[in-house]
């Protein structure tokens, strides 16, 4: 027998609902990973690829960490508190529809679980329950007809997870130049790699694919990136003569 998600007792069943659905900020986490490695290991392989010294790496990393940083966790808060104020503005004129034209709304409404294959009595009986209850009938047609969840995640929370995963994945690429390791630059790629295996790994718990599949998917864009900022960075030295 396979392995269930959660168990299926009464008690269980219960206590699971009394604590309402689950949010979860995977999500940010694997978006601010994946771009904080692509990004700070961009710069690195562009400034390697330009043979700039260690210390610009450093200043170049640090400040894309920082600022690269709060702007992804600046630019999720506001597209999270976005999907907020959206979700209350189609609420508010549900509401309206629902106070001022009831006869449409329940029409629309017979409609949609129509189109889902009841009928007769069986459908006279659901559009009944579900118009008796008014908080019912607002989240049904807002998840029906919008295609909005009732359910919304906490935009500061969402940041903070997009902003700690660009930090944490960010930093690795660094950390050879930070403490001056020997070839800090095949090392900090070998490192970057890593992360990137780690987080299409974790990426595939989000997903329907297998986590190695996942895994060097997401390898294979990271160090795409990279490569193409190493070939910029050699370009350019060699177009404007850096020494």
């Known amino acids: 027998m396979r392995q269930l998600d959660h ?5 269980a069943i219960h206590q699971r609902l009394s604590n309402g659905p689950k949010i979860s900020y995977l999500r940010d986490w ?12 961009a710069i690195v392989a562009g400034v ?5 010294s260690a210390a610009i790496v450093l200043i170049l990393g640090v400040a894309n960490l920082l600022a690269d940083g709060f702007s992804m966790a600046a630019s999720n808060y506001s597209g999270t ?12 004129a549900e509401i309206r529809h629902i106070t001022d034209h009831p006869e449409g709304e329940r029409e629309e409404l017979r409609q949609i679980f129509s189109a889902k294959g009841f009928e007769g009595a069986e459908l006279d009986e659901i559009v009944h329950l579900v118009t008796n209850n008014q908080e019912m009938w607002i989240e049904v ?7 909005i969840s009732a359910v919304q995640r906490s935009p500061a ?4 997870a997009t902003f700690m995963a660009f930090i944490i994945c960010g930093a690795v690429p660094l950390v050879p130049y ?3 390791l020997p070839a800090s630059a095949v090392l900090a790629a070998v490192m970057t790699g890593f992360v990137f295996l780690a987080i299409g790994a974790a990426k595939s718990l989000w997903s329907t694919a297998t986590w190695y599949m996942s895994a060097l998917e997401t390898f294979a864009i990271g160090m795409l990136a990279a490569g193409l900022a190493y070939a910029v ?10 020494a």
Do not use: C, N, P, Q
Not at 81 to 92: F, G, Q, S, T
Not at 141 to 147: Q, W
Not at 157 to 160: D, G, L, M, Q
């Open 81 to 92: 508190k976005a999907e907020i104020d959206d979700y209350k503005r189609v609420r508010a």
């Open 178 to 180: 930070l403490f001056g």
């Open 7 to 11: 168990k299926h007792s009464k008690e």
């Open 48 to 52: 390697v690829g330009a043979e700039l």
């Open 141 to 147: 047609m807002l998840t029906e007809e919008y295609g």
């Open 30 to 41: 694997i978006y601010g990973g994946i771009d904080g490695a692509v990004t700070t290991f």
């Open 157 to 160: 929370r969402a940041a903070f």
């Open 233 to 242: 960075g050699a370009l350019l030295k060699t177009a404007f003569g850096v």
